[in-house]
């Protein structure tokens, strides 16, 4: 079993920035990618970005040279750097890990808004 649990989210303006962190505890050495997801009202859930055990990443094409993703293994946390923040970023974002057995745990989610 992994624990995923998210911080950082909020109320931002347009323009802004906001870091999301997601703490994993548990069978942690059993995860090798680790990412983020959002999901707007009405809306299904998307990816955003991912990042491998290695430090490969992907990033959704709507992202990309805005929110950067990072991984601290020693600390076992993951990191959403997200810049130039818009209106349509703003979501449920949640975090997500898969084992080495490809098995998926998600975090419970966070709020993120952004006003134009």
């Known amino acids: 079993q992994v624990q995923l649990v998210e911080s950082g989210g909020g109320l931002v303006q347009a323009g802004g920035s906001l870091r999301l962190s997601c703490a994993a505890s548990g069978s942690i050495f059993m995860i090798n990618a680790m990412g983020w997801y959002r999901q707007a009202p009405g809306l299904q859930r998307e990816l955003v970005a991912t990042?491998?055990?290695?430090?490969?990443?992907n990033y959704a094409d709507s992202v990309k040279g805005r929110f950067t993703i990072s991984r601290d293994n020693r600390k076992n946390t993951v990191f959403l750097q997200m810049n130039s923040l818009k209106p349509e970023d703003t979501a449920a974002y949640y975090c997500?890990?898969?084992?080495?057995?490809?098995?998926?745990?998600w975090g419970q989610g966070i709020q993120v808004t952004v006003s134009s």
């Open positions: 990042i491998t055990r290695g430090g490969s990443t």
């Open positions: 997500n890990s898969v084992t080495l057995m490809s098995r998926e745990y």
